[in-house]
C-alpha cells in the first residue's frame, strides 16, 4: 500500500536527519497508528536509533499492551540476554504475537496474526541501550476494522497516472495527424508536378506534329 510506502519513507527520512544533525540521544521511531482488518496478519514496527551499539549485556526492550492510555499496561513480549526477543504467555495473544524484527538493524517489529476486535489498543515499544541514559518509548494506536476503506493516494495516484497517459495518448494522436497530412501534401505535390510533367509532353507533342 502507498500508506505503508509513505509510513516507511518517513522513518527513513527522521533516520537520515538524525544521522545528518548528530547523533545526541536514542530515538524510537513507529507509526502514530496502524489499520488491521479483522481475522489478517498485521505487522507492527519499532525501530531505533542510538549513537551506540547496542550491548547485549546491558540493553534491554518490553512490548506492551493497554486498551487505553488509561489502563494498566500488559507485558507481552521481552528481551533476555541468552534467548533474545520473547514472546511471554498471555491470556489476551495466546501465541499469536512473533519477533519479526532483526536487532542487528535495531529493528524490534512484531507481527500479530488473526487480528482480533478485542486487540485494538496502544502498543508500546520500550528500549534501553546503555549507555544511553534516556529509555525510549514508541506507542502505536492499532486500529481493528472489518473492512479497509479504499486508499486515498491509489486513487490520487491512478488520476495522475491517467492525466500522464491521457496527454501521452494526445501527443502522439498529434504526431500522427501531423505525418499523415505532411504525407498527404506530399502525395499532392507529387500528383501535380507529375500533371505538370505530362501536360509538357502533351503540349511537345502537338508542337512536334505541326511542324511535321
Not at 551499539?53 to 499492551?65: P, R, S
Not at 524490534?108 to 485494538?120: F, K, N
Not at 504526431?175 to 499532392?188: A, P, T
Not at 507533342?205 to 511535321?212: L, N, R
Amino acid at each position: 500500500m502507498l500508506f505503508q510506502f509513505f509510513q516507511i519513507l518517513f522513518q527513513f527520512l527522521v533516520l537520515l536527519l538524525l544521522v545528518i544533525s548528530g547523533c545526541s540521544s536514542m530515538d524510537v521511531i513507529v507509526p502514530t497508528n496502524i489499520n488491521a482488518l479483522n481475522g489478517t496478519t498485521v505487522k507492527i514496527p519499532c525501530t531505533f536509533t542510538s549513537c551506540y551499539k547496542m550491548d547485549i549485556t546491558k540493553f534491554a526492550m518490553n512490548w506492551t499492551y493497554q486498551e487505553t492510555l488509561n489502563d494498566t499496561e500488559e507485558m507481552f513480549m521481552t528481551y533476555y540476554r541468552k534467548k533474545g526477543m520473547v514472546a511471554l504467555r498471555s491470556d489476551r495473544f495466546g501465541d499469536r504475537v512473533i519477533f519479526a524484527g532483526n536487532l542487528d538493524k535495531n529493528d524490534l517489529s512484531i507481527t500479530l496474526s488473526d487480528v482480533q476486535l478485542e486487540d485494538e489498543g496502544i502498543y508500546n515499544c520500550y528500549v534501553r541501550n546503555p549507555p544511553d541514559r534516556i529509555q525510549g518509548q514508541g506507542v502505536i494506536k492499532l486500529t481493528v476494522v472489518t473492512e479497509l476503506p479504499p486508499p486515498r493516494d491509489s486513487t490520487i495516484a491512478v488520476a495522475i497516472g491517467a492525466s500522464v497517459g491521457g496527454a501521452l495518448a494526445l501527443l502522439i494522436l498529434s504526431m500522427v495527424v501531423v505525418k499523415c497530412l505532411r504525407r498527404h501534401r506530399k502525395q499532392e505535390l507529387i500528383s501535380e508536378e507529375k500533371m505538370e510533367e505530362e501536360g509538357k509532353l502533351e503540349a511537345e507533342g502537338v508542337a512536334e506534329e505541326e511542324t511535321k
